[in-house]
């Protein structure tokens, strides 16, 4: 936990992001985030800690009647059934890793946020190296927290949804995320050999998501805000073999829970007052934020540039860096599309997203379901 001086300094850092969330003046999305972002943000409640205590609050919902009336859903369910892949068999774990392969890179100088200005020139051969692998550890760290994030929340989603078909369903997805759970942490232990512990604004979020009481909210965090990473963008971009099978099958899996949340939440949006819809729809841009500034890389920085650059001037130069344009884009050209279906880009909400430059996404396919094949034609 974090000590009384370092608290008020990360509250003071944390400024601009308290600036940015009370900007929609909705006091129940503040209220419901202020827990959450004081105990990420500021005491940094994951830091020096092996695990973390979360109260859930939400109701199991039993249905007696087992009725089987929702058929996109029992399909969705069917596909799971017959798409699912043995961690330990389908992939090749013999495949030998290495951080300075000639064409096999793990990822290319590119990846780095630096990359293009003195600072990257000024790093030698060896130190250009040794980054690379440690940010793609990082990136593939909170890949990892954000699976462990996914699976207790479909655990939570499979006691609450009131619809037998999604509960049916979000049983294959709990078994889904302890997968993902398990090849990324494998990964990063057996191969990269490196471990980033749980970005801040990545444990506010899985902190909101597991302590709201709301089923749809946790939909909405999870299925198509945290599952609609860009995972694709890193599979593009590495040539390392055993990491881009990895995340293919990853990826394919998370199209489905993606069209999972928006199948579910565009039935629950029905049901929603106009003051509950305002509200999901603010509260889904404040995660927004938060999901834009998880990739800031602190910890990386705290690690290699924090001698050289103060936080701010780190945070503007990722801010502007290939490396975050990437992963920016690649997340919300899926994220932006999804909220359109599910009724939360409202002309109420939409001038946020147009001055984050989001808008220009709206109109791609939404909740895309990628079988294994599409993504290796890509």
Known sequence: MAS????????????????????????????????????????????????????????????????????????????????????????????????????????????????GTPHWDALSGPERTAQLHAVLAWVLSQFLHGEQGALFAACQVTEAVPWLDAKLYGSSQVVDEGRHVEVFHAYLTEKLQKLYQVNDNLFTIIDA??????????????????????????????????????????????????????????????????AEHREREDWAFQVSLLMRNRFLAHEFYEEYWAHAMTRKAWDALVLRSAFMKLFRQTMFKRVVPNLKRIGLLSPRIRPRYEALGLLAFEHLPAAPELTATDLLQQ
């Open 4 to 115: 009384i001086g370092r608290a008020v300094h990360n509250l003071v850092q944390s400024g601009p992001l308290w600036k940015e969330a009370s900007a929609s003046g909705n006091l129940k999305v503040l209220s419901s985030l202020l827990g959450p972002a004081y105990r990420g943000l500021v005491l940094e409640g994951a830091r020096g800690r092996g695990f973390t205590h979360m109260p859930a609050a939400h109701q199991a919902h039993f249905d007696w009647g087992y009725l089987r009336d929702h058929p996109a859903l029992a399909r969705l369910y069917e596909a799971a059934k017959t798409s699912q892949w043995n961690a330990t068999t389908d992939l090749d774990w013999k495949t030998d890793v290495d951080p300075g392969h000639p064409t096999r890179r793990l990822v290319p100088d590119e990846f780095h946020p630096v990359f």
């Open 209 to 274: 998501l597991m302590t709201d009481g709301r089923w749809d909210v946790k939909f909405l965090g999870m299925q198509v805000l945290i599952e609609g990473l860009a995972l694709g963008a890193l599979r593009q971009m590495t040539a390392e073999p055993l990491l881009r099978q990895l995340l293919t099958y990853v990826i394919t899996d998370e199209a489905r829970h993606v069209h999972f949340g928006v199948l579910s939440l565009q039935e629950a949006a029905t049901g929603l007052s106009a």
